[in-house]
C-alpha cells in the first residue's frame, strides 16, 4: 500500500462531511498521517448520558472511535472506500471530564485486501491518560472505490 | 407496580440528552423491555447505502443495556460500562430499529448483558453486544 499523498488525505474530510451522523455531532478531522486519524467531538450537551454530571454518553465514545476508525483506514489505503464494521470492542477506562473536547485518535495497523485492523483511543486532556481505547476489524469492499472527484492531481497540477 | 417501573423508564430516558439525540423510547411488556429507535437523517453513517452509523447501532444497543439494568437491579445502583464489544452481522438499513437485553449474571459489583438489535425481523439481527457494567454494591462497600 503506498502512502496517502496531502490531496488524497483532503478526500477523507471530505467524506468525513458526507457522514449526516458525523455532522450532527460536530465531529472534526483534526490530522491524517499515514494510517492514523485523529478526530475531535466538541462538548455539546445532546451528547450528555448522565445529566447530573454532565458527562457525556458512552455511545458518543463509541461513534466517536468507529468514525475515526473508518477515517484512520482512508489514511491508509490512501483513498476513501466503502467498508463494513465487523465487529468494535471498547474498553471505558474513566468517565470523560464535562465540558472538555474529546479526542480519537486511530491506527490502522494492518491491511489485507479485505480487512483492515485498527486500534483507537479516545482522550480529553492526553493521549496518555484515556478515556476509552478500542480494537475493531472492518471488511472493506475494494472492489468499488467510492465516487471521488473526476480529477485527482497527481502532483502539483 | 409494572406502571411505576414504565414510567421510570420513560422519566429516565427523557432526562438523558444522548438518548433524546438517537430518539429512542422504551416499551415495556411485563419484565421484558423493548428499546426502540425510529430512522432519523441524522443516524446515518453512509449515504450512498445508506445505512445507520455504525456508533448509532453500538450506542443504541448499549442505551438497551442501562435501560434494562435500571428496571432490573434499580436506578440507583448506577450502573456504568466497563468494556463493551459489538458485533456487526447486518447493515442497518433506513427504517426502525429495535434491540432487546439480556442480563446474565448480576453479582455484587458488575453486570454482564447480552443485547440484540434487529429490524424488520427478530429472527434476523443487524448487531449484537456483549458487555459488563458496574454497579454501586448493595451496601456500603468494606473494601
Known sequence: MTNPTPSQIDLSQ????????????????????????????????????????????????????????????????????????LDLRIDYMRAAEPGLDIYARAHCYKLTHSIAFVRAVAYDRSVDDPVATAQAAFMLNTGEPLAMPAAVPESGK | MSEDVSERLHAMLARIPYAQFLGVRAELAGDE??????????????????ALHGGVVGAFMEMTALAQLSISVGLARQARPIDVTVEYLRSGRPVTSYARAQIKRVGRRVANVHVEAWQEARARPIAALHGHF??????????
Open chain 2, 33 to 50: 423491555m423493548t428499546l426502540i429507535m425510529p430512522f432519523a437523517e441524522r443516524l446515518v453513517g453512509n449515504i450512498k447505502l445508506p
Open chain 2, 134 to 143: 458496574t454497579l454501586k454494591p448493595v451496601e456500603p462497600s468494606t473494601d
Open chain 1, 14 to 85: 471530505q467524506k468525513l462531511d458526507t457522514s449526516p451522523l458525523s455532522h450532527a455531532l460536530g465531529f472534526q478531522t483534526v490530522a491524517m498521517e499515514p494510517s492514523v486519524a485523529t478526530l475531535k467531538a466538541p462538548y455539546k450537551p445532546e451528547m450528555v448520558g448522565d445529566p447530573d454530571t454532565g458527562v457525556i454518553a458512552g455511545g458518543v465514545v463509541t461513534a466517536l472511535l468507529d468514525h475515526a476508525s473508518g477515517q484512520s483506514i482512508f489514511a491508509a489505503v490512501g483513498q476513501p472506500l466503502s467498508m463494513a464494521t
